[in-house]
C-alpha cells in the first residue's frame, strides 16, 4: 500500500508545488512516518491523487532523487532510500520547521498580532491536526 494520504498541496500557497511535496517527503522520513524501502506512489497515481499535472509530480520525485532521499530502479516504484531506515534526532526535526516558523512569525509581525496572539492560533491549529 502505498502512502498517498500523506501527500497534500496548499493550492493557495506561494512556494510551487513540486517544492511542496519535497519538503513534505523530508519531513516524512525525517520523521520516519516513511521508511527506509517503503514504497512512494507512482507519479500518475499521485497526480491524480492531488489534481496536478504529472510533470510537476516528476519534477519533484526527481529532486527527491538527487537529493539522495528516495531510490528509482527500473520497472519498480520509486522507494525511500536505504539510509534513511530510522527517525532523525528532535534536533534535526525542529531544523526542518524552523524555515516555516521563521515565515509565519514575519507575517504575524506584519499584521501586527501580538505573540500571544500567534502562539494561540499555532496551538489551535496544532490540537486541529490532531482530532483529525
Known sequence: ??????????????????????????????????????ELPSVRELAAHLAVNPMTVSKAYGLMEAEGLVE??????????AQHGRRQPLGARVELLRPTLEKAA?????????????????QTILDEGESA
Open 1 to 38: 500500500m502505498t502512502p498517498l494520504h500523506l501527500f497534500h498541496i496548499q493550492t493557495g500557497s506561494t512556494e510551487p508545488i513540486y517544492r511542496q511535496l519535497l519538503e513534505q517527503l523530508r519531513r516524512l522520513v525525517a520523521s520516519a512516518q516513511l521508511s527506509a524501502g517503503q
Open 72 to 81: 528509482r530502479q527500473r520497472g519498480l516504484p520509486m522507494r525511500v532510500a
Open 106 to 122: 514575519s507575517e504575524a509581525r506584519q499584521l501586527e498580532l501580538k505573540p500571544a496572539q500567534a502562539l494561540q492560533l499555532f
